[in-house]
């Protein structure tokens, strides 16, 4: 049963149909990948500004960022004109306060000549908006803001804080949510705006980023036998992660997860090797990730992928005398929360009132920022957000606009309920 | 039979070898990768018109080049700063013209941490002079320039002209030798001064280089399922690629080549594909050479390797689809002179005067510029320098200091052989 209030929420999300796209077109056409998030944060800041009376703009400490257990080890090692930014609403007094937290950074669009619309384009198509980071998660962070928004514009005034984070650098980590917690932001519950297709998600499984590097031995390409092709020796340990790949799906089992084909994918994402075509190439890398459950230890997941390529340096002479060298990148924690958390349970009502019916419940299959709320900040953390998750990453990345105003719609709705108000 | 005048340039050679040394030393410690040969031509142009009346310094015009058929496609197309240097001695006359040429440039060292000593470091430690370019052929080239240098500190005039040639841009096809053709530059016979390791060369396999771009589809490292990896598409085409090389190999046969294991081989030289850890790479690329025999047709060597790839893809329901594709880069064509030529003669004869033995007499396992001067400027032409062949290219590459001044000897007795002299 929606009541009046309700209503006029809901009618008023539609009525900003046009600003949520508009705002939604912005955020996408502000290109944001990892080191490059200066100036998106600077246009959120300001939209943040314009409507919230307090707002945190801070460029996150390196060194202090290293002395967290759960800091991820990072190439470009400064925030400088990276900041993050955070908005604060605060409540009347009395109500549970929330955490909506979303990462602005997104990963690179690879060569443009494969997009239809340009990446950075925000077009508009069929009722979907195109580009790098519409789903991922562009759409889940407009949501938030335009949820918000909403409720202020109708006069609405919560009881409970609502602390709005846009955070960076969570594709490589999440150094930017940690930055949150370690300058104290604190909240009864969370949601990340992970794009879940509108799915409620209370786990997420994790992920940690390798880098293997497999030394050959140089020579002109003419006397290709006198080298060693560190090429040649890569793609032994590429087929082996592989193998190793399906042996691990066949025993990763966790109720949540049951929808994925396979839940702990093993992804080799890059291979540079060698530095000139008519020599033998004495250096490749490989780079990836490796996923795993919230029900396993990331330790043995670390210690099967090293013991996999032990063993099939073992099998060649060359590597015997030249291990390949692993080196741990980046980690995303897998995290989970009760299936009976309050929060949990508030969304399945909420979700009904606007969608007419039970959300599915379920994970997502990455590593998330969720992990570093509940984990570090022990703050009970959901995923929601509109984008389908194989548009995370992919060429032609889009979102459905319909769904962006679905979560706003959703969220406003969960805020008023979780936070109280007064109207 | 030594005579008087022999005696003395040899005797004269070796009270010069300090001279030698550091002339080489000075040519190592500049680096000269493609692109980046300016600074060397500068000190060579120097060097030379320090002891020769007429030294031509110009910049190639890359337009010119290219309407020529055996312009090589190069990925920096300006010369803008990167001289050829072609230094002439006007000989009295009546005898037999010469041109010496030699590359300056040298491929990448790759990473230096693999170096024992700093590639440009030209550090000598037991009779070896160390350094990117100290075997090819920055020992062969200070070989020519020292010889003539010899006969004319000795005061010996020759008859016929002598042509040095310092050219750019051979290891990216030969640019810089083609530009002294399309100059004018033409003799009765021409060494160039690859690395040989003393042996005299009368042919050279040929190679061309190819560029294969592979497609994928890119998703999330944690869906990746739902994407294509580019990179395991790549491998496929590799392993197809090794096996069309052992095929190769079992069928190339040719008298000059006997020394070598594998006359034809098909390296692959880099791959780089992906852009994240992970995202399923969409796109893989590799480069690599294929080499050839002077008794083979470059169009059907080019066909076997489209043909394997083509087979390979048509195996794959992928790539049937999305083909891989293949592009032609550099390329070096094989060449050969008679061995009854009057230069490899000659070359007999002074060989046994300075070395006391007959020397070896074969091909060189790559391509060179000899192929322009032979095929082009139709200038007999033979290989021959010091450095073994195995350290061209490769990490810690040196030449022997003692094979640097036999090579000057044999060098300054052919010219005086050949152009006639008056002493």
Redesign the interface.
Known sequence: MENTLEKRILNGIDARRNDIVKFLQDLVRIPSTAGDEGQIQKFIASSLQDMLPKVDVWEPNINELKLHPAYSPVEQQDYRGRPVVVGILKGKGGGKSIVLNGHIDV??P??AS?WKHSPWSGDVEEGKLFGRGAS?MKGGFAAFVMAVKCLLEEEIQLNGDVIIESVIDE?QGGNGTLACILRGYKADAGIVGEPTNLEVHLAH?G?T???VKIEG???????????V?A??KA?QI??AL?RLEARRKRSAIHPLFKA???PV????????????????????VM???I?YLPNEMISSVRRQLEDCIKQTAKKDAWMRRHQPKVEW??LWEASEIAPGHELAKLFKTTYKKVLKRKPRVGA????TDMRLLVNYARIPTLLFGPGE??Q????NEWVRIQDVIKATKIIALTLIEWCGYQD
């Open positions: 990963v690179p690879g060569p494969a991922d594709e499984s992920s980023w390798f880098k031995k140089a020579a002109h390409g003419g006397l290709r036998y006198e080298g092709s090429i040649e793609i590429h087929d592989l994925y084909p396979n994918p093993l992804n080799i994402g890059t291979i540079k090797g060698g530095v000139w075509p008519s020599t033998v190439p004495e250096e490749c780079k990836g990730r996923g990148l980046g997502s299959p990455w590593g998750m194989r995370a990453h992919s060429v």
